[in-house]
């Protein structure tokens, strides 16, 4: 017999969020995910959550080698690795406890028509399903992926010893965090890419920033490289060519070129998948009504906090019936490198006043390490602010400024009265504000 459910979630990354409220709420709810030890998904277990972690340690190495020090620090990854497990293991324990009220079912799930969902041999119906399937490291075609010395950051967030040098190929959020992590801890880095310059879509003097901080901790920098085939060797490790026909050896290989929507879970015809996941509208219902889509399976911003506020907004829309629609461009994007990091918020165009706010010559910038750190503000023609990006340490944390005063609709007039604390990277804020 089928069992019946007012509402059903696939996957359980930060689906688990969207199940939580609507059990909450009254909603007979069913969460199915196809390994339960991995409740709350990559983000959790093998993506920011251990990297950031990894990255915090490694900022002390950095800090160690100063003249203030009298020995630098180096990691120990098996310790390293038991405070992951410590850190993962607490935060499972706790989703598992907020899920008391969900239905839990593990298994690989198959949504073969309307409201049906298999799942371990049995058939679940459900008047909404929302799907949030997550994605995969994508590997380019001549890469032959081993999971042993041509790695994706499945494996690289799990070594217990480090290699004696890494190639990292591509130059996105995971390409540009691991090589800061492994130049850090002492690990002969490379980064490969296709492109002459980094953060390309960021504001120029960003991305200058970020090459120059890469260097400075030893990264070897290697634009305009595209990888046409890697394969690992019994004796002198990764063999790499490339597009030119030249040849490279390196211990191991990081691939770092980008993830791919899962869509495995949709069988049915009457979802549209397209090249970038699962279709969807802006209120990620897809071409199936009453079906969601959330997350990076979708293809639209691959960030848990994207797709936390993407099924929480599709939950309170089953709940309520109506709910506003979701800026994306208000989602913060950042990337977690050393000893600054790299955050940006809003949509802004060329078109927009620009304050571009360099670092050099603050006291606490100097303190910090951050003399190349800038920070870029945008406003538009009727004097309201669009967005901003920040390089600087904890930018993440700094571009909450920014943020809440994209969602507090303020003009740069109302910005340039905020007076914030010295010494801090935020009083550099607010004189890019104030120059507005």
Same mark, same amino acid.
């Given at each position: 017999?089928?069992?019946?459910?007012?509402?059903?979630?696939?996957?359980?990354g930060?689906n688990?969020?969207? %199940?939580?409220?609507?059990?909450?709420?009254? $909603?007979?709810?069913l969460?199915?995910?196809?390994?339960m030890?991995h409740?709350?998904?990559?983000?959790?277990h093998?993506?920011?959550?251990?990297?950031?972690?990894?990255?915090?340690?490694?900022?002390t /190495?950095?800090?160690?080698?100063?003249?203030?020090?009298?020995?630098?620090?180096?990691?120990?990854?098996k310790e390293?690795?038991?405070? =992951?497990?410590?850190?993962v293991l607490?935060?499972?324990? %706790?989703i598992k406890?907020?899920?008391?009220?969900?239905?839990l079912?593990?298994?690989? /799930?198959?949504?073969? /028509?309307?409201?049906?969902?298999?799942?371990?041999?049995?058939?679940?119906?459900?008047?909404?399903?929302?799907?949030g399937?997550?994605?995969?490291p994508f590997?380019?075609?001549?890469?032959?992926?081993?999971?042993?010395?041509?790695?994706?950051s499945?494996?690289?967030?799990?070594?217990?010893?480090?290699?004696?040098?890494?190639?990292?190929?591509?130059?996105g #959020?995971?390409?540009?965090?691991?090589?800061?992590?492994?130049?850090?801890?002492?690990?002969e880095?490379e980064?490969?890419?296709?492109?002459?310059?980094?953060?390309?879509?960021?504001h120029?003097s960003?991305?200058?920033?970020?090459?120059?901080?890469?260097e400075?901790i030893?990264?070897?920098?290697?634009?305009?490289?595209?990888?046409?085939?890697?394969?690992?060797?019994p004796?002198?490790?990764?063999?790499?060519?490339f597009?030119?026909?030249?040849e490279?050896y390196?211990?191991m290989?990081?691939?770092a070129?980008g993830?791919?929507?899962?869509t495995?879970?949709?069988?049915?015809?009457?979802?549209?998948?397209?090249?970038?996941?699962?279709e969807t509208?802006?209120?990620?219902?897809?071409s199936?009504?009453?079906?969601? %889509?959330?997350?990076?399976?979708?293809?639209?911003?691959?960030l848990?906090?994207?797709?936390?506020?993407?099924?929480?907004?599709?939950?309170?829309?089953? +709940?309520d019936?109506?709910?506003n629609?979701?800026d +994306?461009?208000?989602?913060? =994007?950042?990337?977690?490198?050393?000893?600054?990091s790299? #955050?940006?918020?809003?949509?802004?165009?060329?078109?927009?006043?620009?304050?571009?706010?360099?670092?050099?010559?603050?006291?606490y910038?100097?303190?910090?390490?951050?003399?190349?750190?800038?920070?870029?503000?945008? =406003?538009?023609?009727?004097d309201?602010?669009?967005?901003?990006?920040? +390089?600087?340490?904890? #930018?993440?944390?700094l571009i909450?400024v920014?943020?809440?005063?994209?969602?507090?609709?303020m003009?740069?007039?109302?910005? =340039?009265?905020?007076?914030? #604390?010295?010494?801090?990277?935020?009083?550099?804020?607010?004189?890019?504000?104030?120059? $507005?």
């Amino acid at each position: 017999m089928d069992k019946k459910y007012d509402i059903c979630f696939i996957g359980g990354g930060l689906n688990y969020a969207g %199940a939580v409220v609507a059990a909450k709420a009254g $909603l007979k709810t069913l969460l199915i995910e196809k390994n339960m030890e991995h409740l709350g998904g990559t983000c959790l277990h093998n993506g920011c959550i251990p990297s950031k972690l990894f990255l915090h340690a490694a900022s002390t /190495a950095i800090s160690s080698k100063k003249p203030l020090f009298d020995c630098a620090a180096s990691l120990n990854m098996k310790e390293l690795q038991k405070e =992951k497990e410590s850190i993962v293991l607490k935060a499972t324990k %706790a989703i598992k406890w907020q899920c008391g009220h969900v239905d839990l079912v593990e298994g690989e /799930a198959k949504l073969t /028509a309307p409201h049906r969902v298999e799942a371990g041999g049995t058939v679940y119906e459900a008047g909404t399903i929302v799907i949030g399937t997550g994605s995969k490291p994508f590997i380019p075609d001549g890469i032959d992926y081993d999971g042993k010395s041509v790695v994706t950051s499945d494996e690289i967030l799990n070594l217990e010893s480090l290699p004696k040098k890494i190639a990292i190929y591509g130059d996105g #959020a995971i390409g540009l965090e691991m090589a800061s992590f492994m130049a850090a801890s002492g690990v002969e880095t490379e980064l490969i890419w296709r492109h002459d310059t980094l953060l390309r879509r960021s504001h120029p003097s960003i991305g200058k920033a970020m090459r120059t901080q890469l260097e400075a901790i030893d990264v070897k920098l290697m634009p305009n490289r595209s990888i046409q085939s890697a394969k690992a060797t019994p004796k002198k490790g990764v063999h790499i060519v490339f597009e030119d026909g030249s040849e490279h050896y390196v211990a191991m290989l990081l691939v770092a070129t980008g993830r791919r929507a899962v869509t495995d879970a949709v069988a049915t015809t009457e979802i549209v998948i397209g090249k970038r996941g699962i279709e969807t509208d802006a209120f990620f219902e897809t071409s199936l009504p009453k079906h969601y %889509a959330i997350g990076d399976c979708n293809g639209k911003l691959q960030l848990a906090h994207a797709a936390r506020a993407q099924v929480l907004n599709v939950t309170k829309r089953v +709940l309520d019936g109506s709910v506003n629609r979701l800026d +994306l461009s208000r989602v913060v =994007k950042f990337i977690h490198t050393l000893p600054m990091s790299y #955050a940006a918020v809003g949509s802004f165009s060329k078109e927009d006043t620009t304050s571009v706010m360099a670092m050099k010559g603050w006291p606490y910038a100097e303190i910090c390490d951050s003399q190349e750190g800038v920070i870029v503000l945008y =406003k538009d023609s009727d004097d309201f602010i669009t967005g901003g990006e920040i +390089l600087a340490p904890g #930018a993440q944390e700094l571009i909450a400024v920014v943020s809440m005063a994209l969602a507090g609709e303020m003009d740069a007039k109302l910005c =340039k009265e905020t007076i914030l #604390a010295h010494p801090t990277f935020s009083e550099i804020l607010e004189r890019a504000f104030y120059r $507005l």
